[in-house]
């Protein structure tokens, strides 16, 4: 594996480490400088980023091929067009959003001082990104930044060699070079960057990372929004649609070969319709991919040989059984969907966030079992997806906590630039698309205007206070 990490080395040009202190200030002044604020600035910003990710459609494709071989269909969807409809929803809502707040009910008094809540850019932002959706992840937090009237540099994960260097084009080739700029690397480089002062580091990626980055955020109080993993679990009840469960939670664990933050981790499904929903994902796997997913150009890679080892690993130290799949091959990254029931919640399987297309199925008694071992497994996943009927998914959600949830399905909710989207407790914290990215980035100062002409109603805060609690 040391060969191949040296080959994406070479391939993609890491920035100096000495130049990134310049790299920072740059951004950092020309926020100071206050061109990023007006609106019409964002507006042309948001405008060249999207026609510069429209005319490099074709290199992003081939780019995502070469670091995850992700399908054209999966590009546009979690990528392409993802990015895309984002900028459109935020530019088209920007001017309301950038707008003044009043405060709401508030006393004839108080109205006077005009209060009202300001929507002021944070200012410089890091925003790093991680490998399997290399695009999305990194132009999304992006967009919200630009929205927000913030500058920002990005750090592209090392992991998608191509990608990051077809990010770094767009950038540089469309938008303002002074106030957006993509620094390369891998931990060298992130650590210098981490070494600068930012008003909001954006932190895409795992939990152990995101620790070291907290660290380091803290000695500066800098606010971090953390993007985090999680040991998201599923769970099928008896009185689910057992067809279309398999058949949703298939396509949870095979889009972008199950490397998603928001698969499910591992699903209970209750033991009486075990065996069925076992044979309707047989079935849907026949459908997705009728010559087998290892044939099929709509079937991604494991994105580099250590992740595949690791996965490799997961399967081989499980205590479960694989029904499904299993098949693997280093020499292409690939790993075959594959279901393997397990007989415990400790089963590696479960217990780890595999990020591949292993499907773990632990068959539960009813459901108050499968809501406890999903609070004792992770109280506080990215996703939760409930299958049952209306009383029990309902009895999911209440009983349970995390980031977002579909109900009867799998990922869905994190796929509208109109929800938040956001982990809660240790699978991370703040969100963003759309409206929630122009938040992220902004802060909300309050404000309030005292007329002179007040002074008379006013002076009677001023000391000696002798009399005067009884004019209150
Ligand atoms: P990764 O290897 O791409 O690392 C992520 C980023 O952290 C990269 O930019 C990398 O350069 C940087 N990094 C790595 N080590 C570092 C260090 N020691 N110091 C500073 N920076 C460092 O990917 P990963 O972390 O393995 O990402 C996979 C994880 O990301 C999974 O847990 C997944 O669930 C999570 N994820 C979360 C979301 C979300 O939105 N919540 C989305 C995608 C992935």
């Known amino acids: 594996d040391l060969a191949s990490m040296a080959s994406i080395a070479t391939e993609l040009k890491y920035t100096p480490v000495d130049s ?18 007006p609106i019409a600035f964002r507006l042309t910003q948001l405008r060249k980023l999207y026609w510069g990710i429209k005319d490099n459609e074709a290199a992003i494709v081939q780019a995502c091929k070469e670091d995850l071989g992700k399908s054209v269909f999966e590009t546009y969807l979690s990528e392409i067009d993802w990015c895309t409809n984002d900028i459109v929803f935020v530019t088209q809502n920007l001017q309301k959003w950038m707008k003044d707040e009043k405060a709401p009910d508030i006393p004839l008094a108080n109205k006077l001082l005009s209060p009202k809540i ?7 932002i890091l925003i790093i990104g991680t490998y399997n959706f290399p695009v999305n992840l990194c132009l ?21 060699p191509s990608v990051a260097k077809i990010l770094q084009h767009i950038v540089e080739t469309s938008i303002d070079a002074s106030c957006y700029t993509v620094v390369q690397g891998a931990v060298p480089e992130t ?20 620790k070291i980055i907290a660290k380091k955020a803290a000695e500066t109080l800098t606010p971090m929004t953390l993007e985090l993993g999680g040991r998201n679990p599923a769970i099928v009840t008896k009185n689910a649609n057992v067809r279309l469960a398999a058949k949703r939670l298939l396509w949870g664990k095979t889009l972008n070969a199950g490397q998603v933050c928001i698969s499910q981790n591992y699903i209970m499904v209750d033991k009486e319709v075990l065996d069925p929903f076992i044979a309707e994902m047989k079935l849907a796997l026949k459908q997705f991919y009728p010559n087998g997913a290892k044939e099929s150009d709509d079937f991604g890679r494991i994105v580099h040989g250590k992740q595949w080892s690791r996965l490799k690993q997961m399967l081989e130290s499980t205590r479960g059984r694989i029904v499904m799949g299993g098949d693997m091959d280093e020499s292409q990254r690939y790993m075959g969907p594959t279901v393997i029931i397990v007989d415990s919640p400790s089963d590696p399987l479960v217990a780890e966030e595999s990020f591949g297309p292993l499907i773990p199925i632990l068959p539960v008694e009813d459901l108050d079992t499968a809501i406890r071992i999903a609070g004792e497994v992770h109280r506080t996943p990215l996703g939760l997806y409930p299958f049952g009927n209306k009383q029990e998914t309902d009895r999911m959600m209440t009983e349970t906590q995390s980031g977002g949830v579909s109900v009867n399905d799998a990922l869905f909710h994190g796929s509208l630039s109109t929800l938040p989207f956001g982990g809660v407790g240790d699978s991370g914290h703040g969100a963003y698309r759309g409206k929630s990215s122009f938040d992220c980035f902004s802060h909300r100062r309050s404000v309030t205007s005292t007329p002179g002409w007040m002074e008379g109603l006013l002076d009677v805060r001023y000391p000696p206070y002798e009399g005067k609690l009884a004019k209150f």
């Not at 300001?118 to 410089?124: C, F, N, V, Y």
């Not at 008003?199 to 995101?210: E, L, M, Q, R």
Request: net charge positive; charged share 20%.
């Open 20 to 37: 990134i202190p310049a790299i920072a200030s740059g951004v950092r002044n020309a926020f100071n400088s206050h061109k990023t604020k």
């Open 118 to 124: 300001r929507k002021d850019p944070l200012g410089a």
């Open 140 to 160: 999304t937090p992006l967009v919200g930044a630009i929205a927000a009237g913030c500058t920002a540099v990005l750090k592209p994960s090392e992991s998608a």
């Open 191 to 210: 650590t210098a960057l981490l070494e600068e002062k930012w008003d909001k580091i954006f932190y895409t990626g795992s939990a152990n990372v995101a």
